[in-house]
């Protein structure tokens, strides 16, 4: 069975930081790029990050570029989200998403999580 699990969402003042992981079991994940969606109330689910099995290409969302960042390691088949800076807007459900290519995590992922809550107050 596979499984993408979240970890490391929470409650956090407006400029504070989180890190969110993303483990992955039950099936082999080599050369699966991994990335991170999130919705918010409301809303759509959005991209937010890819990142291919190497590292070697790294895609972002225009509305976390230059302020998230996207990591992986590969030995405990892990992903990150490194989110400083956080602002009232980033609030959403996180989600963990597989795929193939970076193209496909980034718009149609073969794999999803559950889900992590990040909420930020103003």
């Known amino acids: 069975q596979v499984q993408l699990v979240e970890s490391g969402g929470g409650l956090v003042q407006a400029g504070g930081s989180l890190r969110l992981s993303c483990a992955a079991s039950?099936?082999?994940?080599?050369?699966?790029?991994m990335g991170w969606f999130r919705q918010a109330p409301g809303k759509e689910r959005e991209f937010v990050a890819a990142?291919?099995?190497?590292?070697?290409?790294?895609a972002y969302a225009d509305s976390v570029k230059g302020r998230f960042t996207i990591s992986r390691d590969n030995a405990k088949i892990t992903v990150f989200l490194q989110m400083p800076s956080l602002k009232p807007e980033d609030t959403a459900v996180y989600y963990c998403?597989?795929?193939?290519?970076?193209?496909?995590?980034?718009?149609?992922?073969?794999?999803w999580g559950q889900g992590t809550q990040v909420t930020v107050s103003s």
């Open positions: 998403a597989a795929g193939r290519t970076i193209v496909e995590v980034s718009k149609h992922p073969e794999y």
């Open positions: 990142i291919t099995w190497s590292g070697g290409a790294i």
């Open positions: 039950g099936r082999t994940f080599s050369s699966y790029a």
